[in-house]
């Protein structure tokens, strides 16, 4: 009977594990998916506004304004224009340089991740515009290492929290299984000691 416990113990831990594995990495993903896309509508938002603001220049791609943020130093966020006439970059990225996305027609859009400066992880919409028949693609980052943190933290939490709740279901189902047990443990024992003579039925 302790080894039927026993296995009983193995295959509903053994359950438990699976089902906190599916969930955490189903947290996991469609908080990162959301989070991505919450991103990624920012970013769609400043290249319009870059492009609203981009102005027509002989020596190339200028500004008549920028967000406050693309001229802090290494701010987590970047952008670079480029265009027939040349490139311009934001002044947060000082000497980084977005690598160019060939191919990209106006209208097409290519995201992706990448390591930018200062070790930072960067989530990346490049997209292919056209502006007073002149064709430009505009890249834009933003730094994502504190949402993946986050995300990561959260895995933790969830991990040890089924951990928590999978220890308490153990000692719940043991004593089930006690309980469950005990009239045949019972009888086991009755039918032991009509073995030995000392008891004429159960």
């Keep these: 009977m302790n080894t039927i416990a026993t296995r009983l113990n193995i295959g509903f831990a053994a359950g438990w594990i ?10 996991n993903l469609s908080f990162r998916s959301l989070s991505e896309f919450y991103i990624l509508s920012r970013l769609q938002h400043d290249a319009e506004n870059l492009l609203g603001a981009l102005v027509s220049d002989p020596s190339g791609p200028a500004l008549k304004r920028v967000n406050p943020v693309f001229e802090q130093p290494f701010s987590g966020h970047y952008f670079a224009i480029r265009s027939p006439q040349g490139e311009l970059s934001s002044r947060s990225a000082w000497d980084w340089s977005f690598p160019r996305q060939p191919g990209l027609s106006p209208g097409a859009e290519s995201v992706g991740r990448m390591d930018g400066p200062e070790q930072q992880k960067l989530l990346v919409r490049t997209a292919a515009y056209r502006k007073a028949g002149i064709p430009l693609q505009i890249s834009v980052a933003e730094d994502v290492s504190d949402v993946d943190h986050k995300l990561l933290s959260l895995q933790f939490y969830l991990l040890l929290a089924g951990l928590v709740m999978l220890a308490i279901m153990l000692v719940w189902q043991r004593g089930v299984v006690r309980r469950g047990f005990r009239p045949v443990q019972k009888a086991v024992a009755e039918l032991t000691e009509i073995e030995q003579g000392r008891r004429q039925a159960l």
């Excluded at 699976?18 to 947290?27: D, Q």
Aim: net charge neutral.
């Design 18 to 27: 699976l089902l906190l594995s599916v969930f955490a990495i189903t947290v």
